[in-house]
């Protein structure tokens, strides 16, 4: 390999360990504020609209990128989400690890646009939601009925962040250029 490709090889690598956790830590962040900042009027009293942009975040850097070590910082961010939103530490940091080692999994018997990162984020956002329902049902944190739970939580929720997918695509699309990454495609 010629020196100039090694560079770049590097200067991508240093980039992508640099900026992932940052835009994980800023999805973190948003995740909290997001939900609270949607006017009232467009969902009922009774509805709750979860963001899980860090999830986006999760599944679009398990799904592209190579050597991130994604699986380790979805459970170190699952733990800061545990510890800023939830009272259950260890809970979605092992959620988080488990659909990383999913897409990762996964991704190699999908082609590498932006429908099926779309489809993964989805798909994972409801099974994060099945999963934390039953949970916190057995538990006994949660009463509602799988019928209420779908209407008013999983319903807003997929929603909201089938949206905010649509919105993130143009971001994501030149975040994933800029780390080398030109084959996210819409068709």
Known sequence: MSSISTGKLYSRERNIKGIVPL???IGLVIDSALPAM????FIGNEQTI???LLVYFIVTFAFY???SYIS???FIFGLLHDSY???????????YFLITWLILSIRRYFPRNAIVHFMLFIVM????EFVTYFFYLKVGIAELDLRNFII???GPTLIFNTALSFFMYLPTRGLLQWLGYDDHIIF
């Open 23 to 25: 835009i994980l830590l």
């Open 38 to 41: 949607f006017p009232n009027q």
């Open 50 to 52: 979860v963001s899980h």
């Open 65 to 67: 990128l190579r050597n």
């Open 72 to 74: 380790f910082y979805s």
């Open 85 to 95: 939103n939830t009272t259950l530490l260890g809970f979605y940091a092992i959620v």
């Open 125 to 128: 956002v409801s099974i994060i």
């Open 152 to 154: 008013t939580r999983l």
